[in-house]
């Protein structure tokens, strides 16, 4: 049986369109959202649907990289949520990461248009409590 580790070479060898980082970015998306999300019938965090885990991923790239997103994503070969569902499905495909039996990869195509939801610029405020300064990124219009 495998490590994890010896899948994830496999997985960048066999599939080397996508920088490493774009997988890295995936599952620590994934971590956040499931930490969140908590079905109404369950205690324990729960299967992220593919809208969850485009609509996260989202989130989570503006949180990390602001106005760089969109720059940044294309350095790793991302440059559509088709590209997220195809790093998504190669995980899958090589054990690193489950999926529920409804799951199909074309339903990340066409979830949100990158040059709309990665156009941002920054919004600041000063929050006198921290003494700190405070950025949120908006889309421009």
Known sequence: MKTAAEK??????????Y??????????????????????EEKTPQHVTIKELAGGFRLYIIEQFGCLAKTVLNEFGVRTTRDIGQAVFNLIEHDLLGKQEQDRREDFNNLYDFNKVFNLKP??????????????YIQKR
């Open 8 to 17: 994830f070479r496999n997985l960048l060898q066999e599939c080397p369109h």
């Open 123 to 136: 919004k600041f405020k000063y929050n006198p409590k921290t003494n700190e300064w405070e950025t949120k």
């Open 19 to 40: 920088d490493k980082e774009v997988y890295n970015l995936i599952y620590e998306t994934l971590d956040c959202i499931s930490k969140r999300i908590v079905r109404k």
